[in-house]
């Protein structure tokens, strides 16, 4: 991970939001609600830029931050997005609807690991991003890369874990727990056989992955 200092440094260069999304991020640091680190969405939606992403798939709204960033960033995109936690749920329609952007959005309500079929009616998808239950990464990988297309990405949040992926020793046991299934979700990407994989030591870690080769 970068040092303090560069990171600092780094996000001063970043160019000043707009005052829902100022707002929105105010929202979060204040209740403590995970969204993407700047520096981490700022390399998102470079990403999504240069592969021209048209249609998107969210695995994790919380209050919509992510959404209406990308939302805005590709203005002839589509953002569908799917959060279960029914606080967040109600946060992201309010947000969304102040937003310019609210008609790229389609927000599906319920457990990831259980809305395949109305995420289905809405594929394929030139991307992916998930962003939700750390622990469950690889189902939601599992699941929903099958809906991607043959040229299409998927990007996958805090892979890192504030660095604790590196650490030898952690005390406390949930935290080891999570760690260890990051981890896992970690070494089993990265030796995908139909992905090729890299991760990104920007925000809290952004792993990028792409199919590998082409598919009739």
């Known amino acids: 991970m970068l040092n303090e200092k560069l990171h600092s440094y780094i996000e001063g260069l970043i160019s000043e939001r707009n005052l829902l999304f100022t707002e929105m991020e105010n929202y979060a640091s204040v209740h403590n609600v995970p969204i993407m680190e700047l520096s981490g969405i700022e390399t998102m939606l470079q990403l999504l830029r240069i592969h021209d992403s048209k249609k998107i798939l969210e695995v994790g709204t919380a209050?919509?931050?992510?959404?209406?960033?990308?939302?805005?960033?590709?203005?002839?995109?589509?953002?569908?997005?799917i959060e279960r936690d029914v606080d967040r749920i109600h946060l992201a329609e309010q947000f969304i609807s102040r937003s310019e952007h609210s008609h790229q959005i389609t927000l599906i309500k319920g457990d990831a690991l259980e809305v395949e079929d109305a995420v289905s009616g809405h594929a394929s998808f030139d991307a992916i991003f998930i962003d939700a239950a750390k622990g469950?990464?690889?189902?939601?990988?599992?699941?929903?890369?099958?809906?991607l297309t043959n040229n299409g990405m998927i990007i996958t949040d805090?892979?890192?874990?504030?660095?604790l992926v590196a650490e030898p020793v952690i005390e406390t046991k949930r935290i080891r727990n999570l760690v260890k299934k990051i981890n896992e979700f970690n070494h089993w990407l990265m030796n995908h056989p139909d992905f090729d994989s890299v991760i990104l030591p920007v925000g809290d870690g952004v792993a990028i992955s792409k199919r590998r080769g082409d598919r009739i």
């Open 63 to 81: 209050i919509g931050y992510s959404a209406l960033r990308m939302a805005e960033a590709l203005p002839n995109a589509q953002i569908v997005t």
């Open 136 to 147: 469950q990464y690889k189902k939601f990988f599992e699941i929903y890369s099958k809906y």
């Open 158 to 163: 805090n892979v890192l874990f504030k660095g």
